[in-house]
Nanobody, 123 residues
Framework: QVQLVESGGGLVQAGGSLRLSCAASGRTFSDYVMAWFRQAPGKEREFVAAIGWSSLDTYYGDSVKGRFTISRDSAKNTVLLQMDNLMPEDTAVYYC????????????????WGQGTQVTVSS
């Protein structure tokens, strides 16, 4: 079992930045692919970013590419999502997720989820 706890959400103006953090506990952190998804009201859960066992192995959704950066700190069992140049359409609940195996973009393939953290971007 892996337990995930997100933090760092909040309200920010368009063009601003936020950094989300996901603390993992339980099984060996380095064994898992870590990802961020988001879900806005009335919309399906959307892939944001993922990172594999190697910190060089990163993937991004098209809507956030070039603005968001995912990283992991294995010493602290933490995965970070640095979000820059935020736009109102980034407003959503952001979820941290984990799975074994290789990186996938489909949220249904992830076994472990955090409770979510709200990000609101005002125009």
């Amino acid at each position: 079992q892996v337990q995930l706890v997100e933090s760092g959400g909040g309200l920010v103006q368009a063009g601003g930045s936020l950094r989300l953090s996901c603390a993992a506990s339980g099984r060996t952190f380095s064994d898992y692919v870590m990802a961020w998804f988001r879900q806005a009201p009335g919309k399906e859960r959307e892939f944001v970013a993922a990172i594999g066992w190697s910190s060089l192995d990163t993937y991004y959704g098209d809507s956030v590419k070039g603005r968001f950066t995912i990283s992991r700190d294995s010493a602290k069992n933490t995965v970070l999502l640095q979000m820059d140049n935020l736009m109102p359409e980034d407003t959503a609940v952001y979820y941290c997720a984990a799975k074994s195996g290789i990186v996938r973009r489909a949220y249904k393939l992830y076994n472990y989820w955090g409770q979510g953290t709200q990000v609101t971007v005002s125009s």
